[in-house]
T-cell receptor
Framework: DAGVIQSPRHEVTEMGQEVTLRCKPI?????LFWYRQTMMRGLELLIY????????DSGMPEDRFSAKMPNASFSTLKIQPSEPRDSAVYFC???????????FGSGTRLTVV | SQQGEEDPQALSIQEGENATMNCSYK?????LQWYRQNSGRGLVHLIL?????REKHSGRLRVTLDTSKKSSSLLITASRAADTASYFC????????????FGKGNQVVVIP
């Protein structure tokens, strides 16, 4: 397995633009997580899916953020409109159901100017 | 906060020395996990210790868990330059149900 695959690796966009981050979890992993990492706040859990269903999106900072998981092999995190304070590294992770270690993707470094 | 909190924040050691990091948490947990993050990369799962376990080993890594003190330690023995990274502990205390909250991380620099 190639691991959790995220794209793009880097994204630079202007304030107000829409940004879409993509994630392909490990096949067979039932849980998918989106995290945001900044120097100030560390790793923050944004949203958690189990069997493609959003279970907890209480970490999504604002309505500008939305996430979908249309099938077991694909998830997106969308920011519309983007703002400079959204600049961060966004990680997707997956894990088997029932607990256990997470497998993280390499992250998307987002810069909003 | 109920998530793990590592101590100390930064550690610089010579190659071959041991490195120890500590993590504390505030409520009951099902398990505690340690991860490593190299610069510019994603986190890599190192080891998971369950609440009914006291110690676990994996290669040069040794993790202890003291649920009475709500703390854990990660020991890296005979450190190598390649161990230079940030190390995070994570627990399911804050969110429950397999959702992990991560501490702020310990930066470890191993000097060749």
């Amino acid at each position: 397995d190639a691991g959790v695959i995220q794209s793009p690796r880097h994204e630079v966009t202007e304030m107000g633009q829409e940004v879409t981050l993509r994630c392909k979890p490990i096949s067979g992993h039932n849980s998918l997580f989106w995290y945001r990492q900044t120097m100030m706040r560390g790793l923050e859990l944004l949203i958690y899916f189990n069997n493609n269903v959003p279970i907890d999106d209480s970490g999504m900072p604002e309505d500008r953020f939305s996430a979908k998981m249309p099938n077991a092999s694909f998830s997106t995190l969308k920011i519309q409109p983007s703002e400079p304070r959204d600049s961060a590294v966004y990680f997707c992770a997956s894990s088997p159901s029932g607990g256990g270690g997470y497998t993280f993707g390499s992250g998307t470094r987002l810069t909003v100017v | 906060s109920q998530q793990g909190e590592e101590d100390p924040q930064a550690l610089s050691i010579q190659e071959g020395e041991n490195a120890t990091m500590n993590c504390s948490y505030k409520t009951s947990i099902n398990n505690l996990q340690w991860y490593r993050q190299n610069s510019g990369r994603g986190l890599v799962h190192l080891i998971l210790i369950r609440s009914n376990e006291r110690e676990k080993h994996s290669g040069r890594l040794r993790v202890t868990l003291d649920t009475s003190k709500k703390s854990s330690s990660l020991l890296i023995t005979a450190s190598r330059a390649a161990d230079t990274a940030s190390y995070f502990c994570a627990t399911d205390a804050r969110y429950g149900n397999n959702r992990l909250a991560f501490g702020k991380g310990n930066q470890v620099v191993v000097i060749p």
